[in-house]
């Protein structure tokens, strides 16, 4: 087993125009205009996303397997872009429809189950109960940002109590490094002392508003803990999709490559160079983590689109990326200081993103995770939101609500 040093402590186009306006149109209840504040700009990759993904009910469904199944990262996700769409409507029936169906309609005595869907038999329902943390950060982050926004003390209690199960079900300490974030409740704690984790699930800003709003909590230690994770598993500059950590001794560990998952980085870690682009210049851990991941700019700018898959270890790539994954780079290469693969990047993504829109139809929508990625990615590249040093998020639509509207 390979070991990693020891650690021990311490603008859309006309077209596109078009079709936003015909998704207002057709868009679902949950996604409809009627929720949305007449002083906030419109987002036409928003509407798209609510015809297409958000049922009446508020489920986010993926349609491309035969489960027909929806996720509690998609609830979550669909409840970040409400909030920068400034919908409210849409993102209380996503929430709603999250608690009822994810967390059996109680918030405070259970995490969202991860996976929700058709079963063998026919029926509807939950798939597998684990928990996804990334998805639970997401919630959580976002329910205290809407109870801001939105005067919404229902959010507020909702958030605490989710961030209260988050820290009992899916922290751990770990020998010689400290607090950390699992990826769910339970399976990631494995035997012989090992720990599997996610960097994906770890974006610096939602770690920075945990740490505010739970000071006692493990939260600012664990942003310290995710930039060591990054500089010690990525040698190549490079992140796999899963990693993990061994306990040597009860003071002491070392990252490994995750002998269950091996190096490879893909659609999972795609996101961890996402994150990394959009934390705030001035947070002190952002240029470490960008220096960490310096591989994947040196893999896209010898061809000009990002690599499908990578090899943590060797820096050996495979393939071209989806648009989605060029999405994800505009905030990357933007940190960096590269506005010419930034543009570049966007300009791909904008494309083929187009593209998909407008091969798009009933029962055929475009690809999930590539809009998704395209949400954050070019939503941040329209300055429709930042993060701040707080962790907070600065949303565009606040500029233009007045007082009364936004707050």
Same mark, same amino acid.
């Given at each position: 087993?390979?070991?990693?040093?020891?650690?021990?402590?311490?603008?859309?186009?006309?077209?596109?125009?078009?079709?936003?306006?015909?998704?207002?149109?057709?868009?679902?209840?949950?996604?409809?205009?009627?929720?949305?504040?007449?002083?906030?700009?419109?987002?036409?990759?928003?509407?798209?996303?609510?015809?297409?993904?958000?049922?009446?009910?508020?489920?986010?469904?993926?349609?491309?397997?035969?489960?027909?199944?929806?996720?509690?990262?998609?609830?979550?996700? #669909?409840?970040?872009?409400?909030?920068?769409?400034?919908?409210?409507?849409?993102?209380?029936?996503?929430?709603?429809?999250?608690?009822?169906?994810?967390? #059996?309609?109680?918030?405070?005595?259970?995490?969202?189950?991860?996976?929700?869907?058709?079963?063998?038999?026919?029926?509807?329902?939950?798939?597998?109960?684990?928990?996804?943390?990334?998805?639970?950060?997401?919630?959580?982050?976002?329910?205290?940002?809407?109870?801001?926004?939105?005067?919404?003390?229902?959010?507020?209690?909702?958030?605490?109590?989710?961030?209260?199960?988050?820290?009992?079900?899916?922290?751990?300490?770990?020998?010689?490094?400290?607090?950390?974030?699992?990826?769910?409740?339970?399976?990631?704690?494995?035997?012989?002392?090992?720990?599997?984790?996610?960097?994906?699930?770890?974006?610096?800003?939602?770690?920075?508003?945990?740490?505010?709003?739970? @000071?006692?909590?493990?939260?600012?230690?664990?942003?310290?803990?995710?930039?060591?994770?990054?500089?010690?598993?990525?040698?190549?500059?490079?992140?796999?999709?899963?990693?993990?950590?061994? #306990?040597?001794?009860?003071?002491?560990?070392?990252?490994?490559?995750?002998?269950?998952?091996?190096?490879?980085?893909?659609?999972?870690?795609?996101?961890?160079?996402?994150?990394?682009?959009?934390?705030?210049?001035?947070?002190?851990?952002?240029?470490?983590?960008?220096?960490?991941?310096?591989?994947?700019?040196?893999?896209?700018?010898?061809?000009?689109?990002?690599?499908?898959?990578?090899?943590?270890?060797?820096?050996?790539?495979?393939?071209?990326?989806?648009?989605?994954?060029?999405?994800?780079?505009?905030?990357?290469?933007?940190?960096?200081?590269?506005?010419?693969?930034?543009?570049? &990047?966007?300009?791909?993504? &904008?494309?083929?993103?187009?593209?998909?829109?407008?091969?798009?139809? @009933?029962?055929? &929508? @475009?690809?999930?995770?590539?809009?998704?990625?395209?949400?954050?990615?070019?939503?941040?590249?329209?300055?429709?939101?930042?993060?701040?040093?707080?962790?907070?998020?600065?949303?565009?639509?606040?500029?233009?609500?007045?007082?009364?509207?936004?707050?």
């Amino acid at each position: 087993m390979r070991a990693y040093p020891t650690i021990r402590r311490p603008s859309w186009r006309l077209a596109a125009m078009v079709l936003a306006l015909s998704s207002v149109l057709a868009a679902p209840a949950a996604a409809r205009a009627d929720g949305v504040a007449a002083c906030a700009p419109a987002w036409p990759l928003w509407q798209a996303f609510g015809t297409h993904f958000i049922q009446r009910d508020g489920r986010v469904l993926d349609a491309s397997t035969p489960r027909l199944h929806s996720s509690s990262e998609g609830q979550s996700y #669909g409840m970040f872009f409400a909030l920068v769409a400034n919908d409210p409507a849409a993102f209380d029936k996503m929430w709603r429809w999250a608690v009822d169906n994810l967390a #059996g309609g109680d918030i405070g005595a259970r995490l969202p189950a991860w996976h929700w869907g058709k079963r063998e038999d026919g029926s509807w329902g939950v798939l597998d109960d684990n928990s996804a943390s990334d998805a639970d950060l997401w919630f959580a982050y976002a329910l205290f940002e809407a109870a801001d926004r939105w005067h919404r003390d229902d959010y507020l209690r909702d958030a605490r109590a989710l961030v209260a199960r988050i820290e009992a079900e899916e922290t751990v300490e770990l020998p010689g490094l400290g607090p950390m974030l699992l990826p769910g409740r339970r399976s990631f704690a494995r035997p012989d002392s090992l720990w599997q984790i996610n960097p994906s699930y770890l974006p610096l800003p939602l770690l920075r508003r945990l740490a505010t709003v739970s @000071p006692s909590g493990p939260w600012a230690r664990i942003a310290d803990n995710t930039a060591a994770l990054l500089a010690a598993v990525s040698p190549k500059g490079f992140v796999a999709d899963w990693v993990a950590y061994r #306990g040597a001794s009860p003071t002491s560990g070392l990252f490994v490559v995750d002998p269950l998952k091996g190096d490879p980085g893909s659609y999972d870690a795609i996101r961890t160079y996402l994150w990394a682009g959009m934390a705030p210049t001035d947070d002190p851990l952002a240029a470490p983590m960008l220096q960490a991941l310096r591989g994947m700019a040196a893999a896209t700018a010898s061809t000009g689109t990002p690599p499908e898959r990578v090899r943590a270890m060797t820096g050996r790539t495979e393939g071209t990326g989806p648009f989605g994954f060029s999405s994800a780079l505009v905030p990357y290469f933007t940190a960096k200081k590269q506005p010419w693969l930034a543009d570049l &990047q966007r300009r791909r993504a &904008q494309a083929l993103l187009d593209e998909s829109l407008r091969t798009a139809g @009933p029962g055929r &929508q @475009p690809p999930y995770y590539d809009v998704v990625l395209s949400l954050f990615g070019l939503g941040w590249a329209e300055e429709r939101y930042r993060f701040l040093s707080t962790g907070q998020v600065q949303l565009s639509w606040e500029k233009t609500c007045p007082p009364t509207i936004a707050r």
